[in-house]
């Protein structure tokens, strides 16, 4: 009987697997109505530049005078900075879930996000993922972001995990199916249960339920 290869390296996304998204389209509109700006001005505007961020050749400051400083305002940076910043907000049972797993299973967990550099450094700050994570391979680090296929092959690359030993745990069906092309088994997660459920089947299993909260 064949047996599926041992797993002993998870891929994660940050921003809707493990926090929040970092600057998602209801955040900027949040913004919006905050700091009373033209959203459909600011998403035209965001749109244009947001990938350059993600990429790491624009810092944050440069994103902020083009998307929302590009006119006087009667707010300052910072204050936008810290409004942008706290959107994030964590998914505690995820965050724990992979913990008990690395612990477990004795497995190496790497991010594989798109992220500006600034709010990259403070979400892996303020939510303490350098305690989980081994290594980041984040847009803004590696100057490619998905769907470009070759963040995934740096992945591997850094890993040194052959595809067939990752499981990729992601919430964008199209970065799944772009893994999935690379032979990196992959999970869509849409919530806690059923990706806890499919990592068993993985050979992942936590044994423990949903809302502990230990690590």
Same mark, same amino acid.
């Given at each position: ?5 041992? &797993? ?10 493990? +926090? ?24 035209? !505007? #965001? ?22 400083? #590009?006119?006087? !305002?009667?707010?300052? !940076? ?53 305690? +989980? ?11 490619? !972001? ?14 040194? &995990? ?54």
């Amino acid at each position: 009987m064949n047996h599926p290869p041992e &797993t002993t390296t998870l891929f994660l996304d940050i921003g809707g697997v493990l +926090l929040t998204d970092g600057w998602s389209h209801q955040s900027r509109a949040r913004a919006a109505m905050h700091f009373n700006l033209e959203l459909a001005e600011m998403e035209d !505007r #965001h749109h244009v530049i947001f990938a350059t961020y993600e990429e790491g050749k624009l810092t944050l400051g440069e994103y902020l005078d083009r998307v929302v400083f #590009h006119r006087k !305002r009667p707010f300052t !940076r910072a204050q936008f900075r810290r409004f942008m910043f706290a959107q994030s907000q964590a998914y505690p049972e995820m965050i724990a879930l992979v913990a008990r797993l690395k612990v477990k299973h004795g497995l190496k967990i790497a991010v594989v996000s798109n992220e500006g550099r600034e709010l990259n450094a403070y979400r892996i700050r303020a939510f303490k993922l350098d305690r +989980l994570v081994d290594f980041f391979i984040s847009s803004c680090f590696v100057h490619a !972001r998905k769907p470009d296929a070759s963040i995934f092959r740096l992945a591997l690359d850094i890993a040194q &995990t052959p595809p067939r030993r990752v499981i990729y745990i992601e919430n964008t069906p199209m970065f799944v199916q772009i893994a999935e092309g690379l032979g990196i088994p992959s999970i869509l997660h849409t919530e806690y249960g059923s990706t806890c459920a499919q990592l068993a089947s993985f050979g992942l299993q936590d044994g423990e339920g949903p809302g502990h909260e230990g690590t």
